[in-house]
């Protein structure tokens, strides 16, 4: 079972940064498509930045210029290094990795989230 673990969330204030990962207990490069994913209090879950394996990366527009998501492929990691954080990025951020089985049927991995808190 691939497990997915992130870290690096805190309270920070407008404007600074963090660093979020995501650890995984399978090979990276078994992931075709990896990706973060937020939630903001009383909100959906929104798709954030999308790393596949070949391709270029995908974000949404509210984070584009701010954050940056790579795969660290010696570390087995995934990162999401987020700057000039503004309150509207407070959200428990999520690491989602997707496998595809033997019959080409993909199979969809979590994490349990890591919360952001940014003050104003």
């Known amino acids: 079972q691939v497990q997915l673990v992130e870290s690096g969330g805190g309270l920070v204030q407008t404007g600074e940064s963090l660093r979020l990962s995501c650890s995984t207990s399978?090979?990276?490069?078994?992931?075709?498509?990896m990706a973060w994913y937020r939630q903001a209090p009383g909100k959906e879950r929104e798709l954030v930045a999308v790393?596949?394996?070949?391709?270029?990366?995908i974000y949404v527009d509210s984070v584009k210029g701010r954050f940056t998501a790579f795969r660290d492929n010696v570390k087995n990691t995934m990162v999401l290094q987020m700057n000039n954080l503004k309150p509207e990025d407070t959200a428990v951020y999520y690491c989602?990795?997707?496998?595809?089985?033997?019959?080409?049927?993909?199979?969809?991995?979590w994490g349990k989230g890591t919360l952001v808190t940014v003050s104003s």
């Open positions: 989602n990795a997707v496998q595809e089985d033997v019959g080409g049927t993909p199979i969809d991995h």
């Open positions: 399978g090979s990276i490069f078994s992931f075709n498509r």
């Open positions: 790393v596949p394996r070949i391709g270029s990366r």
